[in-house]
């Protein structure tokens, strides 16, 4: 059976953003590493969380199904959530799941970066 592992790097790209630098697999297996990042990632006066996806080897449902838990959480939190580096294969699928409408992805740091600075901040949910 193959092991999916997953490796995050929290890293602060602006004043208001982090990013999460993704390396391998979001899967089941993945949660905690993801829900730590996550954690991480919105310490301090961050409005911005930046996944990026460019070393993302492989994501089944239930790791699509994580990355909306962790929107709810974000918009909780009122934070915005936008992604960067994803693979045409993923691009494909998030485009299906209709993700994209809900998770902007851009193809690069800079451009999710230039995005996000524009971006309101989503209305908390009480």
Do not use: C, W
């Given at each position: 059976m193959t092991q999916h592992k997953l490796s995050?790097?929290?890293r602060r790209a602006s004043p208001f953003a982090n990013v999460i630098d993704i390396e391998g697999d979001?899967?089941?297996f993945s949660e905690g590493s993801l829900m730590d990042a996550y954690a991480e990632?919105?310490?301090g006066n961050v409005r911005t969380i930046i996944f990026n996806f460019s070393?993302?080897?492989y994501m089944n449902s239930l790791g699509i199904g994580m990355l909306v838990a962790l929107l709810v959480r974000a918009r909780r939190d009122n934070k915005n959530i936008v992604g960067y580096?994803?693979?045409d294969h993923y691009k494909k699928i998030f485009e299906l799941t209709r993700?994209?409408?809900?998770?902007?992805v851009f193809e690069t740091e800079v451009v999710a970066l230039a995005?996000?600075?524009r971006m309101d901040l989503p209305e908390r949910e009480y």
């Amino acid at each position: 059976m193959t092991q999916h592992k997953l490796s995050t790097v929290v890293r602060r790209a602006s004043p208001f953003a982090n990013v999460i630098d993704i390396e391998g697999d979001i899967t089941s297996f993945s949660e905690g590493s993801l829900m730590d990042a996550y954690a991480e990632a919105t310490q301090g006066n961050v409005r911005t969380i930046i996944f990026n996806f460019s070393g993302l080897g492989y994501m089944n449902s239930l790791g699509i199904g994580m990355l909306v838990a962790l929107l709810v959480r974000a918009r909780r939190d009122n934070k915005n959530i936008v992604g960067y580096g994803l693979s045409d294969h993923y691009k494909k699928i998030f485009e299906l799941t209709r993700m994209d409408q809900v998770i902007p992805v851009f193809e690069t740091e800079v451009v999710a970066l230039a995005k996000a600075e524009r971006m309101d901040l989503p209305e908390r949910e009480y």
